[in-house]
Each structure stands twice: as C-alpha cells, then as structure tokens.
C-alpha cells in the first residue's frame, strides 16, 4: 500500500496544483460572460478516434519493433504538422460531398497522429540485438507484446494533452467545436467551473492508466 502511494503520490499532487490554478481564476472576462455549450456530440468521435489511435500505433509497433523508430518513411509521413494535414484534406475533399464534417476529422486526426504516436511507441521499446532475437520470431512476439503492455497506460497518459491540443488544431481548420476547441474557449472565458471539470476528467483517466500499468505489470 505504501509503495502504491508513493507512486501515485507526484502525479496526484499535480492534477491538485493544476485544479487549484483553475478554481483560482477571477472568473469570466467581460468578452464573453457566459461560457459555451459543452459538445457533447463530440464525445462519440473523439472517443472513435482515440479508441482507434490507441490501437493501431500499438500495433504498428509491435509489428515493426524498435527497428520502427528509424524508418525513413515513417518520420516524413510524422513530419508534417496538423495546420498541414488538415489543408491536404480541404484541398483533396470532393467538392459534391459538401464538408468534410467528422468524417473528414477523423481522417485528418488518424493522418496526423498516428505516424508520430507508433515511432513514440517503437522508441520507448528496448533493443532486440542479439536477445530475444536470437531465441526466434515467437520470442520476439511475446517480448515485445510484454513491453507494449507496460507502456500503454503510461503513454496514454503522456499524450492525451498533445492529442487534444492536435483536435483543437484541426477543429478550427475544419469548422467543428470539439473538445479542444472547448477546453481553449474556456480558458479565454476564464470558466472556472468547465476547467475544473477538464482538469479532473484528464485526473481520472491519467488515475486510470497508472491502473492499467499496474494491472499490466
């Protein structure tokens, strides 16, 4: 139990510092008083998209292993920023399709993040030379299946804050108010409430990936 504590005890005390920081501001400014509609029809295709980006850069790296990180394709393709990808859709997009909506989101935000994230993954696992190599493909598997189970809670938590700063990005490229948009919006309201609230969602789900990690463990 101590041991428990002691590993959650830095992280807690951050999540505290950040929701005191919130709960301090002077309120709303006199631009906007009243803060906006949370969008809750959003929630479905941010959790799609996270959903599918926490599976796929996983796979990605435990098919390619560590040799993925220095694959030349896979830092051109990490290379372009979101203002980028979102500009290829625009330009791309069918003009008889109207929009590109969610749909178009969603392509965008898998396009822009999911490169980065598996060469994030491939880095962080450790060399394959000349051990388990050496024992043959099904020891490699299981290695670094091992390693990627460690590592995914740990990197959700790392990068949930630079996938929402990626949504907001693309949000405003594309016209739609999503979660990043929101988070942004309230900061500049000074909402104290809806920041508070971000701040212990973002708590909860950084609590349960050092679950995960426990679990995996």
């Not at 995914?152 to 405003?172: D, K």
């Not at 990936?209 to 679990?215: A, C, G, K, L, Y």
Request: proline share 10%; aromatic share 10%.
């Amino acid at each position: 139990m101590d041991a428990v504590i002691r590993r959650w005890a830095p992280g807690l005390a951050v999540w505290a510092i950040g929701l005191a920081l919130a709960l301090q501001l002077p309120g709303a400014t006199w631009k906007q008083p009243l803060p906006p509609l949370f969008p809750w029809e959003m929630l479905g295709p941010t959790a799609l998209a996270l959903g599918v980006l926490s599976v796929l850069a996983p796979l990605l790296a435990w098919l390619g292993g560590p040799g993925l990180a220095q694959r030349r394709a896979l830092v051109l393709l990490e290379a372009p920023p979101d203002l980028l990808w979102a500009g290829l859709l625009l330009a791309l997009w069918p003009a008889p399709w109207g929009p590109p909506g969610i749909v178009g989101w969603l392509l965008a935000f898998l396009a822009a993040s999911l490169p980065g994230e598996a060469r994030w993954l491939a880095q962080a696992m450790p060399g394959e030379r000349p051990f388990p190599l050496a024992w043959g493909d099904v020891a490699v598997s299981r290695v670094r299946l091992t390693v990627l189970r460690r590592l995914w809670g740990r990197w959700l938590a790392a990068r949930l804050p630079v996938w929402l700063t990626a949504t907001l990005v693309l949000e405003r490229i594309l016209g739609l108010p999503g979660l990043g948009t929101d988070w942004m919006t309230r900061v500049v309201v000074r909402d104290r409430a809806g920041l508070a609230l971000w701040i212990l969602a973002l708590a909860l789900l950084w609590a349960l990936s050092q679950f995960w990690e426990q679990e995996a463990a």
